[in-house]
């Protein structure tokens, strides 16, 4: 089982209570446009999602190319990457080449609003050394086009250093 930071708690908690606000916007207020589009930005993500879990790059399925992508911690990783390829470049492929297959995610919830979607999930995975790799994460996205433009990503980044630093990259 994964340690959890005290960090990583505070920073999830914050998120989910985000969620929880956003999602609190009074009934009345909200359109049948407002709802069809935060029904397909919703179908858009649990898409990929699933497709995700079944091999697929969930990062080519979902981001614009030019996309805004925050990791928040204290991390030398957290940091704001602009472009996907910078993103994946820097921040995933890390990670993922110390894993032996892709990260597959349970998702526990999606929210919508608007143009916001947030996902909450859990990523499991086997690093390069045989030992399991577990973290929970929410992300936040905002949508244009059917694509991420901006991204802010939360999760146990303890769990992530350890997978780097302990880890030799695949060949």
């Not at 916007?25 to 079944?54: H, K, L, M, Q, Y």
Request: charged content about 25%; aromatic content about 8%.
């Amino acid at each position: 089982m994964t340690r959890v930071s005290v960090g990583a708690l505070r920073q999830v908690a914050l998120a989910v209570g985000f969620a929880a606000l956003v999602m609190a916007a009074p009934a009345s207020a909200r359109t049948a446009a407002d709802g069809a589009r935060e029904d397909a930005n919703r179908e858009i993500v649990r898409a990929a999602f699933e497709a995700w879990a079944n091999g697929e790059s969930v990062f080519e399925a979902l981001l614009a190319d030019d996309v805004v992508w925050t990791i928040h911690g204290s991390d030398p990783v957290s940091r704001t990457y602009t472009g996907r390829d910078s993103f994946v470049e820097d921040a995933s492929m890390p990670l993922v080449s110390r894993l032996t297959g892709p990260v597959v995610p349970e998702v526990r919830q999606i929210w919508a609003d608007g143009d916001t979607v947030i996902v909450r999930f859990d990523g499991t995975a086997t690093t390069t050394s045989g030992a399991p790799y577990e973290n929970r994460f929410v992300w936040i996205f905002q949508m244009a086009d059917e694509r991420v433009v901006r991204a802010e990503a939360f999760l146990d980044m303890t769990a992530y250093r350890a997978v780097v630093d302990n880890n030799r990259p695949r060949d």
